[in-house]
């Protein structure tokens, strides 16, 4: 069910822009527009998934070993950071196609720095484990989901400037 609307979400993101822009790179934009609109949502996806991990870690640390728990903790408030920055990027990329080309820098530009942010939060969240004595298996499965995090929110920024590139030439044409 989740699959089938995700797929409808995603047709009618690309009808929306399609008809709402209508040039002559219109379908490379849109297509531009839905992969890194998907690759946002993947990585907002993964987020949520990382931090519940995390969350579940921090409770077996919280009472036995108290050093531990508090870059599990550290790192799990970065997590949450991030989750938060990436659900920003969603509804900012909702409102770039809702406002359209007029506002167009002002939304990328948040987009941008949001994302940037959340990846930021994920190598600072890696950081935090540099000496620490965390049970080698535990510290290694944190760290190999926040990097993937981090991989997956670099993916999402790279397709949407992608995006960025392919909308902007338009947007400045438009006004001239």
Known sequence: MAQISLSFLLLLIFAAVGAEYPTIRRQSRARAFIESQCQTTVSLARAVSTRAFVTEVAKQFKYTKAKDYQAIKDCLDQINDGVDQLTNCINETQNITQYGQS???????????????????????????????????????????????????????????KFAARYRPAANATKS
């Open 103 to 161: 506002e167009f820098p002002w939304h990328a530009s948040n987009v941008q720095t949001w994302m940037s942010t959340a990846q930021t939060d994920a190598t600072t969240c890696i950081d935090g484990f540099s000496g620490r004595t965390i049970g080698g298996k535990t510290r290694a499965l944190i760290k190999a989901k926040v990097l993937n995090l981090a991989q997956v929110t670099s993916n999402a920024l790279a397709l949407f400037n």
